[in-house]
């Protein structure tokens, strides 16, 4: 420390001490109302809106926790790379759509205990849901209209749905009343839906953002698949007329 005499203060009177400064840590916290909302149907968004993310009839409170655990903050994939390879594989060599499908299902549903009944709706020309393939309990919906249910909401509405609490979804359709929360993840290519993958969880609040994430990469994926099928088939017809 620097001493002054009292007649040595003019001396130093530019002298300018200054403290070495401490780091700072600074912790945002983002306010789940301050999140930007879906443009279809006004829910609030976990992700960015291009993400088509909806939390909607969450009926949860501000700063719970993702996916209920902690240790679900930093998860690892939920589709391996063993996996990936072996869908890449299945599309090379020209598996038929339902093979692929059927496929994605199984690894899907394997990659995780939280995974109670997992399945893909194909969404037809008639503006229905179709039950394709899925693990899990039977199920009495095997047709569901658009706009019906957390899995007809997600196709009107054009958005993903994640409910963490299926009492708090007003039109919720029970497949089983042992399911607590529900992931439906579109199937799309721009504004083109093809189907959707309906995830069931016997938990509450199952589904962390994360998983939505891995989810939603598996569905990207599928929607190329739907969509390479889709002009082959085209291609055909033309060849077929000529």
């Known amino acids: 420390m620097l001493q002054l005499l009292p007649g040595e203060?003019?001396?130093y009177r530019r002298l300018v001490?200054?403290?070495?400064?401490?780091?700072?840590?600074?912790?945002?916290?983002?306010?789940?109302?301050?999140?930007?909302?879906?443009?279809?149907?006004?829910?609030?968004?976990r992700r960015a809106p291009g993400s088509r993310y909806s939390e909607a009839n969450a009926g949860t409170a501000a700063g719970r926790s993702s996916g209920g655990e902690l240790g679900e903050?930093?998860?690892?994939?939920?589709?391996?790379?063993?996996?990936?390879?072996?869908?890449?594989?299945?599309?090379?060599?020209?598996?038929?759509?339902?093979?692929?499908?059927?496929?994605?299902?199984?690894?899907?549903h394997e990659s995780s205990p939280r995974f109670d009944w997992t399945g893909i709706y194909e969404l037809h020309s008639d503006g229905a849901l179709r039950l394709g393939?899925?693990?899990?309990?039977?199920?009495?919906?095997?047709?569901?209209?658009?706009?019906?249910?957390?899995?007809?909401?997600?196709?009107?509405?054009?958005?993903?749905?994640?409910i963490p609490d299926v009492s708090k979804a007003t039109n919720y359709l029970a497949c089983s009343t042992a399911?607590?929360?529900?992931?439906?993840?579109?199937?799309?290519?721009?504004?083109?839906?093809?189907?959707?993958?309906?995830?069931d969880s016997h938990q509450l609040?199952?589904?962390?953002?994360?998983?939505?994430?891995?989810?939603?990469?598996?569905?990207?994926?599928l929607a190329l698949a739907y969509e390479r099928r889709m002009k082959e088939r085209?291609?055909?017809a033309v060849a077929e007329v000529t």
């Not at 994939?77 to 692929?100: D, F, K, V, Y």
């Not at 899925?134 to 958005?159: D, L, M, R, W």
Request: glycine share 6%.
């Open 9 to 11: 203060l003019s001396k």
């Open 17 to 45: 001490l200054v403290p070495r400064p401490k780091p700072v840590h600074l912790t945002v916290l983002v306010r789940p109302e301050l999140r930007p909302v879906c443009v279809e149907t006004g829910h609030r968004l």
């Open 73 to 108: 903050c930093i998860m690892k994939e939920l589709i391996t790379s063993e996996a990936w390879r072996e869908l890449q594989a299945l599309e090379s060599r020209g598996a038929q759509l339902s093979e692929l499908l059927t496929r994605a299902v199984t690894l899907l």
């Open 133 to 162: 393939p899925y693990i899990g309990e039977p199920t009495e919906h095997v047709f569901i209209t658009v706009g019906q249910g957390v899995c007809g909401s997600a196709v009107a509405n054009k958005c993903n749905m994640n």
């Open 179 to 199: 399911t607590k929360s529900e992931l439906v993840v579109l199937i799309r290519r721009e504004d083109r839906i093809y189907a959707q993958i309906d995830i």
């Open 205 to 221: 609040d199952a589904f962390s953002e994360e998983i939505a994430d891995e989810v939603e990469k598996l569905a990207d994926w």
């Open 234 to 236: 085209a291609g055909a």
